[in-house]
């Protein structure tokens, strides 16, 4: 029965700031940093062993991560960074503090934008340029919907961690809360409709567990 555990990384300083922040790299809070190191421990009273851990391209989830393999002792575990696993792009919101755009906007738009399946925010008008991506062809998005944003996602975890499921191997992910809402989506089945009132907490290791089809048979909260 393999087990599958996904988390948010801990707050980070555009968390804290209620700020828009996508593909930006932003450091860990010292809440942040000790929000790792809770999940960490409630983690390692599982006593889960876990055979890989994935990531994204972002340091915010980097350090969650490098700090909970500290916790649970697995530092030597294969890690594998995925700019697939990266926030969602917010586009021309990058940056921006929500509560006064949502001054500008409303907070009807505001929502939509912050939790709608498949509209797009709006779109920067000259991309990005980084080297971290450009060493690996990947062309970094104007702005992003969920969707897009999960479709990005999928085939990482078809090609890298579903295979390693169905082989018996426990699987950790540190991410982001979108691409995290857009895993959820996809292995739960939730509809467009309901995906708004998903949430995906900092620093809160969610547990799944799979039969050999990789059929959810049971999902928790870790506490």
Do not use: C
């Not at 555990?5 to 922040?21: K, L, P, Y």
């Not at 809070?29 to 599982?46: F, R």
């Not at 994204?56 to 350090?63: E, H, T, W």
């Not at 499921?165 to 809360?177: E, F, R």
């Amino acid at each position: 029965m393999p087990t599958l555990v996904i988390m948010r990384h801990g707050e980070s300083q555009a968390n804290r700031d209620n700020i828009f922040t996508g593909w930006s790299d932003v450091s860990l809070t010292d809440k942040g940093i000790s929000q790792a190191h809770s999940a960490g421990k409630v983690i390692a009273k599982s006593k889960l062993a876990f055979n890989d851990v994935h990531t994204s391209f972002l340091k915010r989830a980097i350090m969650t991560t490098n700090i909970v393999l500290d916790e649970i002792g697995q530092n030597f575990i294969p890690e594998h960074k995925s700019w697939r696993l990266n926030e969602r792009h917010y586009g021309g919101l990058r940056g921006k503090n929500k509560l006064k755009v949502k001054e500008q906007v409303g907070a009807k738009q505001l929502k939509i934008w912050r939790r709608s399946f498949t509209v797009v925010p709006p779109l920067l008008t000259k991309r990005d340029e980084d080297p971290r991506y450009d060493r690996y062809g990947v062309q970094i998005p104007l702005g992003e919907s969920l969707e897009m944003a999960q479709q990005r996602l999928i085939p990482y975890w078809i090609d890298q961690i579903a295979p390693r499921l169905l082989d018996g191997q426990n699987q950790l992910i540190v991410a982001h809360g979108s691409t995290l809402r857009a895993l959820i989506k996809f292995l739960e089945n939730i509809s467009d409709e309901d995906i708004p009132n998903v949430e995906v907490p900092n620093g809160k290791p969610i547990r799944y567990d799979f039969d050999d089809q990789l059929n959810i048979i049971n999902k928790q909260f870790m506490q």
